[in-house]
């Protein structure tokens, strides 16, 4: 596992403090090719999903130079996080994720992303979601890290990336793979609790389990990345945020009564998609 801290050069990016997209692109290029094609890529979709560069972009990108300190403490949480991170894998699942960890100022495409990018399997970290969805906490910082590093222990020792021709089993593969990653998040922590959004939130979520995963269920037909309600901080079901987070972590929960979790890493969508309807059948 290797690290990479790219903040260090982020205020020349800006012009007398307004984000400039060509300086932005010249440091991603100067420090880690690759990166200026993901996140380009990345924006145009959401852009042509109607989002605006002016308005839901530039505002977070800016408070970056603005909260200077803030960028700061988020750079020391993220080497305090990775140091001996290796070590605490191992001592959990008894092999490694083979990965790089890269803290960087993106476009917004996330607070975490799982990519390949130059032939490895990296985890991009940008600093100014981390900013605008106040994640730069150590504990905050610690679970980001690891929910994509369980992303990436499922590519590495099953399989992570499918296709599908339908849309029902495209989603219902990403609360699947969520779940893996939160679970891997979990025992790597040691709490099958822990979940980074709070007290408050999990307890609605547990209060809830049936009616979230009936809506997820009915959704599946018609669901797609404009009017999906259950994975994003920019969404809700029912007023709360990555409620499909705490599904999947439930649903690969349930699995785990009678499957190891390295088995439930290869699994097909046809399994996933008869354990799910089972698992609905349980708590709807």
């Given at each position: ?10 205020r ?26 993901l ?30 300190q ?6 020391d ?18 092999r ?13 495409s ?15 970290l ?15 910082m ?21 296709e ?53 269920s ?12 259950f994975?994003?901080d ?49 708590i709807?």
């Open positions: 596992m290797r690290t990479f801290d790219l903040t260090d050069g982020i020349s990016i800006y012009e007398n403090g307004s984000f400039s997209l060509p300086r932005w692109e010249r440091y991603t290029d100067s420090r880690m090719p690759g990166i200026t094609e996140c380009r890529a990345d924006l145009q979709d959401c852009l042509n999903a109607g989002l605006s560069f002016e308005e839901n972009y530039l505002p977070v990108l800016h408070a970056v130079y603005e909260k200077e803030e960028t700061r403490e988020i750079t949480h993220f080497r305090a996080v990775t140091d001996r991170l290796e070590e605490t894998i191992l001592s959990v699942f008894g490694t994720v083979d990965a790089d960890l890269v803290l960087y100022l993106g476009l917004c996330g607070a975490g992303w799982a990519v390949q990018l130059n032939g490895r399997e990296t985890v991009l940008g600093v100014e979601k981390i900013l605008e969805l106040h994640w730069g906490g150590l504990s905050e610690k679970a980001l890290i690891l929910h994509e590093l369980g992303h990436l222990y499922q590519e590495q020792y099953g399989v992570l990336r499918r599908f021709s339908t849309g029902r089993d495209r989603f219902l593969w990403q609360l699947f793979t969520e779940g893996i990653a939160m679970v891997f998040e979990q025992e790597t922590v040691g709490d099958p609790q822990f979940y980074h959004q709070g007290s408050q939130w999990t307890s609605w979520c547990a209060a809830h389990l049936s009616r979230i995963a009936e809506a997820f009915g959704d599946l037909d018609t669901m797609s990345f404009e009017n999906q309600r994975f994003g920019w969404v809700r079901f029912e007023g709360q945020p990555d409620t499909g987070y705490y599904l999947g972590a439930r649903f690969v929960r349930e699995l785990l009564t009678e499957t190891p979790f390295d088995d439930l890493l290869s699994w097909e969508i046809g399994t996933v998609r008869n354990a799910f309807e089972c698992f609905c059948a349980g709807c």
